[in-house]
């Protein structure tokens, strides 16, 4: 079983590796700068290298690079665009040379021009991007304000469209969030395939929910304290496609211990179910 942590680079790359041995994990997820900010450093190819070494040495795997919140894919206005196409293609390159798996995106809010006009604006967006070796996965979101993405409706749209390196980053939180009863995970699925193969879905992000079904609010919660509780990770790890995917937890945390308790819980129920 692939498990790990949304983890903090502040300390710098090199860190990432140790929090990982910590955690007993192999794989992780993070940003490349400050998520809130358009600023950006140049990293030392030399603090790459070592990154690269320490990755090969603990054949950690999957890479993931997640996109900064301060871009909205569905944005419209032709100036802004160019803004966050330039900020992209950087992060892209940068994921690239870090030899990352995977960059995950969020699809974006329309803010009141609609979804159709939403989800046309984040396929022009992706379909301007150069081309990249580095797999980009679209999550799905909790449906919270305008936001785009919530079901899998819009993502048949986006890949109908699109014949670039795609995936979708499941985020279990927010497909409860958004209506998806992950308790009675077959008609989850079942759901979903009306719109797209499984075999679209490439990474798993793991996170309980603070807010009950449907409430389109997106609030993570520990694994088994929130409202998808142990029964609903039971459903998702001991499935056939879902269980062999890798999973990253974006879990509420002040230290890594609770990182490394929630790696822990998710390890107990792959073990039960023969995913280790
Ligand atoms: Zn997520």
């Not at 999957?62 to 944005?75: K, Q, R, S, T």
């Not at 305008?146 to 670039?164: A, C, V």
């Not at 075999?199 to 520990?222: F, G, Q």
């Amino acid at each position: 079983m692939q498990i790990g942590a949304h983890l903090w680079i502040g300390e710098g790359l090199e860190k990432v590796i140790e929090f990982c041995e910590y955690l007993k994990s192999n794989c992780f997820q993070i940003f490349l700068s400050n998520p809130r900010s358009w600023k950006r450093k140049i990293r030392k190819e030399q603090e790459i290298e070592k990154f690269k070494q320490g990755i090969k040495k603990r054949k950690i795997k999957p890479v993931v690079i997640h996109m900064p919140y301060i871009l909205n894919i569905a944005e419209s206005d032709i100036k802004e665009k160019k803004k966050i196409i330039n900020l992209l293609e950087k992060e892209l390159e940068e994921s690239e040379k870090m030899n990352a798996d995977f960059y995950v995106i969020h699809p974006g809010f329309h803010k009141g021009q609609g979804e159709k006009k939403g989800i046309e604006n984040v396929i022009d967006l992706l379909k301007s991007l150069s081309k990249s070796n580095i797999k980009i996965l679209v999550e799905n979101t909790s449906g919270q304000g305008t936001s785009l993405g919530y079901k899998f409706e819009h993502f048949y749209t986006i890949f109908e469209k699109i014949d670039k390196n795609l995936g979708i980053c499941f985020d279990t939180a927010h497909a409860f969030q958004s209506g998806y009863n992950l308790k009675k995970f077959d008609e989850v699925k079942k759901d979903i395939e009306k719109f797209i193969p499984l075999s679209y879905i490439l990474l798993i992000h793991a996170n309980d929910s603070k807010t009950a079904l449907n409430s389109k609010k997106d609030r993570h919660e520990h694994i088994g304290k929130g409202e998808i509780g142990i029964k609903g990770f039971e459903q998702i790890i001991k499935d056939d496609y879902f269980g062999n995917l890798p999973f990253i937890i974006e879990t509420p945390k002040v230290s890594l211990k609770e990182d490394r308790r929630n790696i822990e819980i998710i390890k107990k129920i792959g073990e039960e179910y023969g995913k280790i």
